[in-house]
């Protein structure tokens, strides 16, 4: 059964460039684009990771994180932020408790399926 990763960024050319990175992988993606959605889609398809914009239209990283804590220390699914604002790197880690921070446009963001398989293997 493939892993899920559910996406959530508000621009959908981040979306055709993700499902590109990973077409030949074995996941499946689900995509959101706002706080909301995310984390409807979250709670609905109980992906095993995560790839989170820190910016949206309607909210931050800090409030999705928040609400997928549920009362607890950490999201319930691991989360890697990813931001074309290199300043949001601290608060991804301090306050969304994220698992990885990529800088968009970045050499990382075509190493994210590699990455993903690290953090899934933790």
């Known amino acids: 059964m493939p892993r899920k990763i559910l996406v959530i960024?508000?621009?959908?050319?981040?979306?055709?460039?993700?499902?590109r990175l990973f077409v030949e992988t074995d996941y499946d993606i689900h995509t959101a684009a706002s706080c909301e959605d995310g984390v409807r889609m979250a709670e609905k398809h109980k992906p095993d990771c995560i790839l989170l914009?820190?910016?949206?239209?309607?909210?931050?990283?800090?409030?999705?994180?928040?609400?997928?804590?549920?009362?607890?220390?950490?999201?319930?699914f691991p989360v890697i932020v990813f931001?074309?604002?290199?300043?949001?790197?601290?608060?991804?880690?301090?306050?969304?408790?994220?698992?990885?921070?990529?800088?968009?446009?970045?050499?990382?963001m075509m190493e994210l399926p590699k990455i993903v398989g690290e953090v899934l293997s933790n």
């Open 9 to 19: 960024d508000d621009d959908l050319f981040w979306h055709k460039l993700l499902r």
């Open 53 to 76: 914009d820190f910016h949206l239209k309607d909210g931050d990283a800090v409030s999705v994180c928040t609400a997928l804590k549920g009362g607890g220390n950490r999201p319930k």
């Open 83 to 108: 931001s074309s604002d290199a300043g949001a790197e601290i608060t991804a880690y301090a306050e969304c408790r994220a698992d990885y921070f990529v800088l968009k446009g970045s050499h990382s």
